[in-house]
Structure formats: structure tokens, C-alpha cells
């Protein structure tokens, strides 16, 4: 097998490993009410560190593309715009961003 | 009779519901697939290897990490290490989605977690808990993988083809969409807002100290159990205090 191929599934392997553990884990298990209000928390904490620092380093030439892009993003998101518009408008700046 | 026609149906309309969630992802995965497959290209992979990644793997930012140490060099056992540590936090995305995922056996639900990304993992679990089911998630992860290896694919045919700043200005997307799923479910809940942006700073001087893919799993976890104490994720606009 090539060395890329090798690679490929190596990394298929190790990616696949995280994901598949709960599911055999966690079939039909209950929770305590702390640990379930600890679950609905991570998506708002993961997103956040998904976003910080790494939104700042887009560009890592230039912050503003990130800044200025993530901020209509989230101006509109706040105002309830649909997601897909959140998208396109963010990448509509930052290219106007680069125009200038 | 009657009633099995019937639960085939609402499984096909929540298969179709995950569809219709997931179309976000096709704006979020097109233009950063692209990007992958050109850095691929670029690093040495064959057209067909580069898209064969994006159907073994579908794990975006440890692809382009791949490709980034392949190019370098660099020995495939640190990549596959590499890989593995920056993609540990699946672990906890994926507790997540199946938690919320009641019905199915355990083969159903290894075909989800083959679909807990970022992404998919971000839009299914603020989705109202109602709506979540399996066959939810798995027209989600169709639409999701679909971009993914969709966009790998037409960055492989259009590498060299598309102008510099267009390629730069997609690199937002990814932060876009999260930033538009996030922040709606903020408003009205003052103390789930103050954690996002102490986790948000908290984070950000993590990465200071470590690599960036540890912080991220530590900040997530250890923000989540401050939060426990004082936040109620369920309180929303309408149940002002």
C-alpha cells in the first residue's frame, strides 16, 4: 500500500475511534440532572472556543477579515437573519474587505 | 398496517427535516472543502487520494492539518497522532448527539457518529429536543457529508482556476455559521451569554499555554462544569425573570 493510502486509513481510524465510543457507550444510558444540564451546556461553550481565538486568525496577515466578517455575521444572526444569509453575507464582506 | 405506513413517513419527513437543517453546511463545506483539496494537491496527494480522504476521514480541519505536515515532511505517525488529538473532541460532541438520539440500536447509532462533526454536532443539538431523533441527524450528516466530499472534489477540478481573494474570503464561512447558530440561542438568557464570553477569553489565553486543539477540548469541558452551577440552559426569551 502506498504511503498516502496508509495515512488515509490511519487518520479514518483515529477519527472514527472518538466518534463511535459513545454510541456503544452511552446506548440507553440516564443521566442525573446535573449531568444532563452539563451536556446541553458544551454546545454553547464549544462553540464558543470553536470561534475564539480562531475567528482572529482567518487571515492571519490581517485580524479585520475575521473581525469584521464574524461581526455582520453577528449582527444579522442576532436580528434572526437564516443562517445560510448569515453565511453568504459574512464571505460578501470579507471579499469587498479584500477589494479595498 | 396503517400505523407502520405512518412511521415510515414521519421517518422520511425527519429524515427530510435533517436535510433541510443541514443546508447551511453546504455553504460552510463547499468553499472550505475547496480549500482542503487545493492545499492536498499542493502537498503532494493524487486527485483520487484527496478526495478518498474526505470519504474515510470527513474531518475538515485535521485534513488540512494533514496536508499541511505532509508537505513538510513530516513522519505518518505524528499525523495520525496529530490527528487523533485534534479530533478527541468528537468524543464529547458525539456524547452529545447520541444522548439525544433515543430510539435505534447501537449499529444505528455507529452510522451517526460516523457524522458528528463541528457542524453537524453545533446545529443538531441546538435544535429544539423535540426535533431531534435519529433519522434526523442522519439527513443532516447526508447533506453535510455530501458537501464535504462534494467540495473536495471540486477542488480537486478547480485548483489553480479560482481568483485569490475569493479562496481568502471563504476562510469566514466556517466562523459565520457558527456564529449564527450560536447567537440566537443567547437572547434572553443573560448567564448563558456571560459563560459564551468567559469561555470565549477563557480559551483564548489557553492557547496561549497549549496547543490550540487541547485548549479547546479543556475550555469546552471546564466551562461547561462552571456553568452547571450557575447557568439554566433551558431559560429562554419568553421565561424572563
Redesign the interface.
Known sequence: MS??????????A???????????L??RLR?QP?VE???????????????????LA??TGRVE??VV??V???I???R?????V???????V??LL??L | MQRETGAACSRAKQYLRGVKAGLPVILGFLPVGVAYAIMARQAGFSGGETVLMSLAVFAGASQMMAAGMYAQGAGLAAIILATFILNLRHLIMSACVVRRIREGGVGMKLLAAFGVTDETFAIFTTQREEACSLYNFLGLMSVAYAAWVAGSALGVAASGFLPPALSASLGIAMYAMFISILLPGLKGNLRLGLLVLFTACFNTALSQWMPSSWALIASTLFCALLGVFFVDPNKKEEGER
Not at chain 1, 504511503?3 to 479514518?12: D, E
Open positions: 504511503r498516502a493510502l496508509l495515512l488515509i486509513f490511519g487518520m479514518a483515529v477519527t472514527y475511534l472518538p466518534r463511535a465510543l459513545p454510541a456503544v452511552l446506548n443521566f446535573q444540564k452539563f451536556f446541553q451546556l458544551i454546545p454553547y461553550t464549544a462553540m464558543a472556543a470553536l470561534i475564539f481565538p480562531g475567528v482567518v487571515d477579515i475575521g466578517g464574524g455582520a455575521a453577528g444579522l444572526a442576532w434572526r437573519v437564516p443562517v445560510l448569515c453565511v453568504v453575507a459574512a464571505i460578501a470579507d471579499f479584500y477589494q
